[in-house]
């Protein structure tokens, strides 16, 4: 019954109301009888009371003579609701209207309000009266007498049931009210469990079309701030599926392309070599040059995707040694130096002296710093300038590659970190695997840098790695 998250957000909503609003309703009840009836009743019957004291005065007999008291309580008592009794001043029961007080007449009645009345109070009591089995209203009254002195007490006894009648109304209003009151509760309550299962449900049938191979949707973010956080995450989680979705479909061109093209020039200098290119002698050495730049290129690709591969089985594996800077910089720039200068691009260089000794894994920041600069080179147009920089500032090093090139606009410059990135006007990145600065920055963060771009169109590119002088 209870197995759906609907039935049991509507039972967690109506739940409370069964139980408060019965409550309610008998707790409004009793303040109604206790607070309101009772004392209504005890007024009716003192207003009543004292008017049976004033006709006393026109009969003083019924104060002297029982028969005439018993005579006056049979002319009066059937003109109120309630019972009437008559007492002596002493309290000795004169005449009753009600049969039950009969064998009382002539005796002491033992009320407790009789000197309160004698004393001039109008006394009330309200009490439960276990013969009638209802709440009773006692109404005690003394009645003048000559020279102002009490003549006797005038007693008026009435019950709720004299007055249930009226009140019978009342209480189906409230039955009525607190019903309609029930209904309403019970709706909200089945309006909020949909308002609120609704987004979780619609939530689960979009991941399992996920998980069948559907097609990757976002959801409105609506509902509470819960619902919206859940809706949030699932929309999030759409994102990056379809951008881990993109990347795939880039690495997949991206292979066709690069691994197509040395492929095919390879397929035509074998061709050129197996049907007798090697009889000239030049052109066969020109041939077995290329295969080897193809080759070569074909071993860099290789290369970019075992570092990939490293990069998805999980955090990267260094042998950190201590790296003098100083002397470790120069070998590793010697070659970009020579591939510049063949490019025609202006070569500078600015080390400060006295470098400091970092921690660090010579090989893979070797390869950081080689991807940096493979890129400058290869997107520096002939007669452009390449500057490489190193220093240092309090806790850092740096090193900084900069080059003349088209750059790169500032919506871009987070996104050229990413897998497979590709600038899509061909300003820059318009070939190869995009992995290279994915890589270079994977490696600084491995060694607790970071990797910074500052560039702009048509101003250049400054790629700067800060190193921690402190192992991390």
């Known amino acids: 019954m209870l197995s759906t998250l609907r039935a049991r957000l509507i039972v967690s909503h109506v739940l409370p109301l069964l139980i408060i609003i019965p409550l309610v309703g008998l707790a409004l009840v009793y303040v109604l009888e206790t607070r309101v009836l009772l004392p209504s009743l005890a007024r009716q019957l003192t207003a009543q009371a004292v008017l049976v004291a004033e006709l006393t005065r026109a009969h003083p007999e019924v104060w002297q003579d029982p028969a005439a008291a018993a005579g006056f309580v049979d002319r009066t008592g059937s003109l109120f609701p309630g019972q009437l009794m008559l007492l002596s001043p002493d309290g000795v029961v004169l005449a009753s209207s009600d049969p039950a007080a009969a064998g009382l007449v002539g005796r002491s009645s033992g009320l407790s309000g009789v000197q309160n009345a004698l004393a001039g109070q109008q006394y009330s009591e309200i009490h439960y009266n276990q013969d009638q089995r209802a709440e009773v209203a006692d109404v005690l009254v003394a009645a003048p007498g000559p020279a102002g002195a009490p003549a006797g007490i005038v007693r008026l006894t009435g019950t709720t049931a004299n007055v249930w009648d009226r009140f ?83 690495l997949l061109g991206n292979l066709v392309h690069e691994l197509g093209r040395p492929l095919g020039a390879l397929g035509a200098a074998s061709h050129a070599l197996l049907n007798g290119a090697l009889e000239d002698p030049v052109l066969g050495r020109e041939l077995l040059a290329g295969i080897a730049g193809e080759v070569q290129r074909l071993d860099r690709l290789l290369d970019d995707l075992a570092e990939l591969h490293d990069r998805v089985l999980g955090p990267l594996e260094l042998d950190r040694q201590p790296l003098a800077l100083g002397q470790w910089l120069p070998p590793v720039l010697a070659t970009w130096r020579e591939a510049a200068r063949q490019k025609g691009l202006s070569w500078q260089l600015a080390i400060e002296p006295g470098l400091p000794t970092v921690s660090a894994d010579a090989d893979r920041l070797a390869q950081a710093v080689g991807n940096l600069l493979s890129n400058a080179v290869k997107y520096t147009p ?33 996104r050229i970190f990413d897998p497979f990135y590709r600038n899509p006007h061909g300003r820059r990145f318009p070939q190869g695997m995009g992995l290279g600065l994915t890589i270079a920055r994977d490696l600084v963060a491995a060694h607790g840098g970071r990797l910074e771009v500052a560039s702009g169109p048509g101003q250049g590119s400054c790629f700067t790695i800060h190193l921690p002088l402190t192992s991390s």
Do not use: K, M
């Open 382 to 414: 002939p007669g452009g300038r390449l500057c490489v920089e190193a220093g240092s500032d309090p806790g850092w090093a740096w090193l900084r590659v900069s080059d003349s090139g088209p750059g790169i606009p500032p919506e871009e410059q987070e």
């Open 168 to 250: 019978l109304l009342l209480r189906y209003l409230i039955a009525e009210v607190l019903v309609a009151g029930l209904a309403v509760g019970a709706g909200l309550g089945l309006a909020l469990a949909v308002t609120i299962e609704r987004p979780i449900e619609r939530v689960t049938a979009a991941v399992h079309h996920l998980a069948g191979g559907g097609q990757l949707t976002a959801l409105p973010e609506t509902g509470p701030v819960e619902t919206r956080l859940l809706l949030r995450a699932f929309n999030t989680l759409v994102e990056r599926l379809s951008q881990l979705e993109e990347a795939r479909r880039q």
